[in-house]
C-alpha cells in the first residue's frame, strides 16, 4: 500500500463519523523505486490530505525532512518534489493494519494490500 | 507503442485458476482491453501521468495495460483476495512499480475517493441471473466509478442495457458517449455452459461531467 492510497482511505464503519486518517501500524515497510515525474507530483499534492501525509510519513519513519505545512511555489521546487514523490509513491507499507482512528477497528495489511472488507453488520 | 504490441503484451497477464461465478469472474480479453485502453491512451490521453483507477481489477488486465501506458499511478479494486494475489504476481511478472491495490465491496466505498482520481476504468459485473439481487450490480459499480473520477469513467456495459444505462447517465448529471459497439466473447470458463463460448455485445463508453 503507497501513501497515496492511504491519504485516501476512510473507514466506514457503522456510526463512524470520521474515519480518517487510518492509523498505520506497519510491521513490514518497503521502498520500490518509482520513475520521477514532477508534473504527475505537483498535480496531486492539491489531491492530497498533507497533515494526514505527514502523519502517516511520521508512522513509518519516514517523514525525514518533509514540511508540516505545504511550501508555496511548490510547483518549482524539484527537491521538493522528488521527496514527496518518494513518500508517496516509493515507500509501501507490506504489512500491518490501519486503526480507524474512531472506532479502532482494524483493517489488516497483508501482502502490501490493505483489506476494507466490513463483517455483517458493522 | 502500437495496439498490436499492447495487445501482445497483455497476452502474458495470467487469468483466474478458479474462476467465482456469484462475482462473475472472467479475464477481460487482451484484444479488448488493448482496445480500450489504446483508446483512452491515443485519443483521450487520460492515462499517462493520470492517476487511474480500476474498478472490479480482478487479476489486473485493465491495470497493467495502463501502468505499461506510463499511469501515474493505477490503483485496482477488487473484493476477492484471490483474483489480487494473482493480480500480485502479474505485477510482479511485468516488474511495474506504478501499480497498487486495495481488497473492499466497490459498491460500499462510498464518498471517499470523490473526484480524486483523473480517469477511472472498468469492465465491470453485467449482474446475471446466478447473482440476481445484483442484477444492477453495473449501476452501483458506475456511480461510484462517477464519483471518483474527476475527468472521465470508461467501462464496458450490455449493448441490451444501453438505454437504461442512459438513463441513469442523465439522472446523475453525465454525458455518456459510446465510443465503440465490441463483440464479447466470453469462453466456456463455468462448467455450465452448453456452448464453447457465449457471444455478448457490449458497448464502450465514456462518461464525462456535463
Known sequence: MKLLTHNMLTSHVKGVTKGYPLIIKATEVKVNELEFNAQFVSRMIPKLEWSALIQAAEW???SQDLPSALIPDYENDEEFLRKVHRILLEVEVIEGCLQCPESGREFP????VPNMLLNEGE | M???ELESCLQQVDGF???KILLEQY???PHIAGCMLYTIHNTFDDIQHKLVADLGCGCG???IGAAVLDAGLCVGFDIDEDALDIFKGNVEDFELSNIDMVQCDVCSIGSSFAKKFDTVIMNPPFGTKHNQGKSHLCCCFLKTAISMANTAVYSLHKTSTRDHIQKKANDWKMKMEVIAELRYDLPASYKFHKKKSVDIQVDF???TPT
Request: charged share 25%; glycine share 10%.
Open chain 2, 205 to 207: 463508453i465514456r462518461f
Open chain 2, 17 to 19: 485458476e478458479e474462476p
Open chain 1, 109 to 112: 495489511i497483508s501482502k502490501g
Open chain 1, 60 to 62: 513509518l519513519g519516514q
Open chain 2, 27 to 29: 479475464l477481460t480479453s
Open chain 2, 61 to 63: 488486465v485493465l491495470s
Open chain 2, 2 to 4: 502500437k495496439l498490436k
